[in-house]
T-cell receptor, first 111, second 115 residues
């Protein structure tokens, strides 16, 4: 079956540091890949997505590239802010079916 | 459009009681999904509908769980004879419509506590 593995957290960074959260997946076919963010006390929000190999999703300074050869979709941001503190989930979804999520990575950014 | 809404936001119940949650999807979305999320874990798939048809149900889902989407709009998730292990956040998502069909938009969730 499908699965998603995220780097374990928590991750603590200073403001303006570079962020990478690793995500690898196992899936049949060519699923769409997603990053969701969950701020404290709030629901899951879509951060970015990519639907095919070599696509780059981007939003709010975050980026992730769909790498079919390494089955990865790592999340990056060049300069994090305190407001980026949240839990980040990597997910895959094949053809509008159910999504499979990683266990989430908690990011804390300190001023 | 106000997004996906869920009611109630919080539910506290005693073991053995039945509970029902409601989800109202984004109006033009034809797919609706239910997930369960426990602390420190990612959402776990429960079931999903396309219009009023229930297309898939997790094998992990107990027979005590049932979901309906009678008119292809809102959905209900019922848990019968609740157990303490059912305590979790229950998330609803919807997708479809005129735009990207594979992006799921989530509601705020219903937090269930079984005493």
């Amino acid at each position: 079956g499908n699965s998603v593995t995220q780097m374990e957290g928590p991750v603590t960074l200073s403001e303006e540091a570079f962020l990478t959260i690793n995500c690898t997946y196992t899936a049949t076919g060519y699923p769409s890949l997603f990053w969701y963010v969950q701020y404290p006390g709030e629901g899951l929000q879509l951060l970015l997505k990519a639907t095919k190999a070599d696509d780059k999703g981007s939003n709010k300074g975050f980026e992730a590239t769909y790498r079919k050869e390494t089955t990865s979709f790592h999340l990056e941001k060049g300069s994090v802010q305190v407001s980026d503190s949240a839990v980040y989930f990597c997910a895959l979804s094949p053809n509008a079916g159910k999504s499979t999520f990683g266990d989430g990575t908690t990011l804390t950014v300190k001023p | 459009d106000t997004g996906v809404s869920q009611n109630p936001r919080h539910k506290i119940t005693k073991r053995g009681q039945n509970v029902t949650f409601r989800c109202d999807p984004i109006s033009e979305h034809n797919r609706l999904y239910w997930y369960r999320q426990t602390l420190g874990q990612g959402p776990e798939f429960l079931t999903y509908f396309q219009n009023e048809a229930q297309l898939e149900k997790s094998r992990l889902l107990s027979d005590r769980f049932s979901a309906e989407r009678p008119k292809g709009s809102f959905s209900t998730l019922e848990i019968q004879r609740t157990e303490q292990g059912d305590s979790a956040m229950y998330l609803c998502a919807s997708s479809g419509g005129g735009g990207s069909t594979d992006t799921q938009y989530f509601g705020p969730g219903t937090r269930l506590t079984v005493l």
